[in-house]
């Protein structure tokens, strides 16, 4: 958890570039669980972030996770990432 908040300290100072990568890794965290629960939703929201951020390999994780998410789930995410990008 500690690696967020230090992230988040200086998160706007970052080129574009970095931040999409990190968002990036975010994503896939989410996707594998890896150190964390397996969270689609998450993985979702933090992909298309990153693909915002100008992350191709982003857009193309996250329309392959889309493939096997319900509906329900994909608006869940898009709105998650709307309200993160509205704050951020």
């Known amino acids: 958890m500690a ?13 574009s570039t970095a931040q999409a990568d990190i968002l990036l890794e975010l994503g896939m965290m989410y996707a594998t669980g890896r ?10 929201k933090w992909l298309n972030i990153a693909a915002i951020k100008g992350s191709t390999r982003a857009a193309e994780l996250r329309s392959e996770l889309s493939a096997t998410m319900s509906k329900l ?13 509205t704050m951020h």
């Open 3 to 15: 690696r967020f908040e230090i992230l988040d300290a200086g998160f706007g100072t970052m080129g």
């Open 35 to 44: 150190d964390c629960e397996l969270d689609p939703v998450a993985a979702h």
């Open 73 to 85: 789930d994909i608006a869940r995410a898009l709105r998650e990432a709307r309200e993160w990008m």
